[in-house]
C-alpha cells in the first residue's frame, strides 16, 4: 500500500476569507466590517460605541468586546481566538478594530518596561510574537475574519531619494503577507472603494477595486461560503494527548521535529492538536517502535 499522503485538490474544503482592511481614518472601513454576518466584535477604540454603529452591529447578530474586556490584551485575544474555535456558537465574523491600537499599546507596555534600556527595537519583540501566536490561532476559525487598521506612509528609494512610495496598515509588517487578502479602503469622489493590495485569490486581482460593501465583496468571495455556520474543532482527547507524550518520550523525538508539528496544526501544545491531527501523530510514532 502507498504511504503517499496527498489527495485530489478539489476535495479542500473552501475556506473563509482571512483579511486585513486598512486605510485613514472616515472612509469607511468600520463600516463596512460592521455590515458582515455575525460579528463578534473586539474593538480596542472607543470610536465604535456610537449609536450608528452599536445599532448596526446588533442588526447583524453581532457582540461587542471593549478595552474594559480585555481588547487591548494580546493573551485576551488569543484565548478568544481559541474558543471561538472550538465551542458552538452562532458567530460567523471575528472582527479586530484596530489591530493597529492592541500592537502599539503592546510595543508601549513593553517600552515602559526597558525604560533606558530601550534599543534597537527591542519594545517590539513582544508585540511581534504576540501577533504570530494571534495570526495562529485566527488561522483555525471557521469564520470570517477582517483585522481593521490604520494606514501608513510605506517608504522607498527613488531616483536615488528617499521618497513615500504607498500606503501599507500600520501594524507588524508581516500581516500582509500572513493573510488571504489585504484591502487598502480609499474615497473615490463621493464613492468609497476597496483596492487590492494584496491577493492569493483568483476573484480579487492586485489593483482592482470594488465598492465597499459586504454585498459587492460576498458576490465575489462566494456568499454561501462565508454565511455558512462555523464548525468548532474537535479537540484531542486527554488520553491522545498523553499518548503523544508517551510516545515522544519513548523515541526521543527532538524538539525541532514537534515544533514543526506544531507550526503545522498552529497549535502552541500538544493539546491543540484536533482529533485528526492527533491520530495521525500517534499513528506515525507507533509505526516507528519496533
Same mark, same amino acid.
Given at each position: 500500500?502507498?504511504?503517499?499522503?496527498?489527495k485530489?485538490?478539489?476535495?479542500?474544503e473552501?475556506?473563509k476569507?482571512?483579511?486585513?482592511?486598512y486605510?485613514?481614518?472616515?472612509?469607511?472601513?468600520?463600516?463596512?466590517?460592521?455590515?458582515?454576518p455575525?460579528v463578534?466584535?473586539?474593538?480596542?477604540?472607543?470610536?465604535?460605541?456610537?449609536?450608528?454603529?452599536?445599532?448596526?452591529?446588533?442588526?447583524?447578530?453581532?457582540?461587542?468586546?471593549?478595552?474594559?474586556?480585555?481588547?487591548?490584551?494580546?493573551e485576551?485575544? #488569543?484565548?478568544?481566538?481559541?474558543?471561538?474555535?472550538?465551542?458552538?456558537?452562532?458567530?460567523?465574523?471575528?472582527?479586530?478594530?484596530s489591530?493597529?491600537?492592541?500592537?502599539?499599546?503592546?510595543?508601549?507596555?513593553?517600552?515602559?518596561?526597558?525604560?533606558?534600556?530601550?534599543?534597537?527595537?527591542?519594545?517590539?519583540?513582544?508585540? #511581534?510574537?504576540?501577533?504570530?501566536?494571534?495570526?495562529?490561532?485566527?488561522?483555525?476559525?471557521?469564520?470570517?475574519?477582517?483585522?481593521?487598521?490604520? !494606514?501608513?506612509?510605506?517608504?522607498?528609494?527613488?531616483?536615488g531619494k528617499?521618497?513615500?512610495?504607498?500606503?501599507?496598515?500600520?501594524?507588524w509588517?508581516?500581516?500582509?503577507?500572513?493573510?488571504?487578502?489585504?484591502?487598502?479602503?480609499?474615497?473615490?469622489?463621493?464613492?468609497?472603494?476597496?483596492v487590492?493590495?494584496?491577493?492569493?485569490? #483568483?476573484?480579487?486581482?492586485?489593483?482592482?477595486s470594488?465598492?465597499?460593501?459586504?454585498?459587492?465583496?460576498?458576490?465575489?468571495?462566494?456568499?454561501?461560503?462565508?454565511e455558512?455556520?462555523?464548525?468548532?474543532?474537535?479537540?484531542a482527547?486527554? !488520553?491522545?494527548?498523553?499518548?503523544?507524550?508517551?510516545?515522544?518520550d519513548?523515541?526521543?523525538?527532538?524538539?525541532?521535529?514537534?515544533?514543526?508539528?506544531?507550526?503545522?496544526?498552529?497549535?502552541?501544545?500538544?493539546? !491543540?492538536?484536533?482529533?485528526s491531527?492527533?491520530?495521525? #501523530?500517534?499513528?506515525?510514532?507507533?509505526?516507528?517502535?519496533?
Amino acid at each position: 500500500m502507498s504511504k503517499l499522503k496527498a489527495k485530489d485538490p478539489t476535495d479542500a474544503e473552501p475556506s473563509k476569507p482571512k483579511m486585513v482592511l486598512y486605510g485613514p481614518a472616515g472612509v469607511g472601513k468600520t463600516w463596512f466590517a460592521l455590515s458582515f454576518p455575525g460579528v463578534y466584535y473586539i474593538s480596542p477604540e472607543l470610536g465604535a460605541t456610537r449609536k450608528h454603529y452599536t445599532e448596526r452591529l446588533k442588526s447583524n447578530g453581532g457582540v461587542y468586546l471593549g478595552p474594559e474586556d480585555g481588547a487591548l490584551d494580546f493573551e485576551v485575544l #488569543i484565548d478568544q481566538a481559541k474558543v471561538l474555535a472550538t465551542e458552538k456558537h452562532k458567530f460567523k465574523t471575528l472582527v479586530v478594530d484596530s489591530i493597529t491600537e492592541v500592537f502599539n499599546a503592546s510595543i508601549q507596555k513593553e517600552a515602559e518596561r526597558l525604560g533606558e534600556k530601550n534599543a534597537f527595537g527591542a519594545d517590539k519583540k513582544p508585540a #511581534i510574537a504576540y501577533m504570530r501566536r494571534f495570526v495562529n490561532a485566527v488561522a483555525r476559525l471557521d469564520m470570517n475574519v477582517i483585522f481593521v487598521a490604520h !494606514e501608513k506612509s510605506e517608504w522607498g528609494v527613488v531616483e536615488g531619494k528617499r521618497e513615500e512610495i504607498g500606503k501599507i496598515p500600520d501594524c507588524w509588517d508581516k500581516l500582509i503577507y500572513s493573510l488571504d487578502l489585504a484591502f487598502q479602503a480609499v474615497k473615490r469622489g463621493p464613492d468609497r472603494k476597496a483596492v487590492v493590495r494584496k491577493s492569493r485569490l #483568483i476573484g480579487f486581482p492586485e489593483g482592482d477595486s470594488f465598492a465597499l460593501d459586504y454585498a459587492a465583496f460576498s458576490e465575489r468571495y462566494g456568499k454561501d461560503i462565508m454565511e455558512k455556520p462555523a464548525a468548532p474543532i474537535v479537540m484531542a482527547s486527554p !488520553e491522545q494527548v498523553a499518548e503523544i507524550t508517551r510516545l515522544v518520550d519513548l523515541l526521543k523525538i527532538d524538539a525541532d521535529t514537534t515544533e514543526k508539528w506544531l507550526e503545522k496544526a498552529n497549535a502552541e501544545n500538544f493539546s !491543540e492538536f484536533n482529533v485528526s491531527q492527533a491520530e495521525k #501523530i500517534i499513528k506515525s510514532l507507533k509505526s516507528k517502535i519496533q
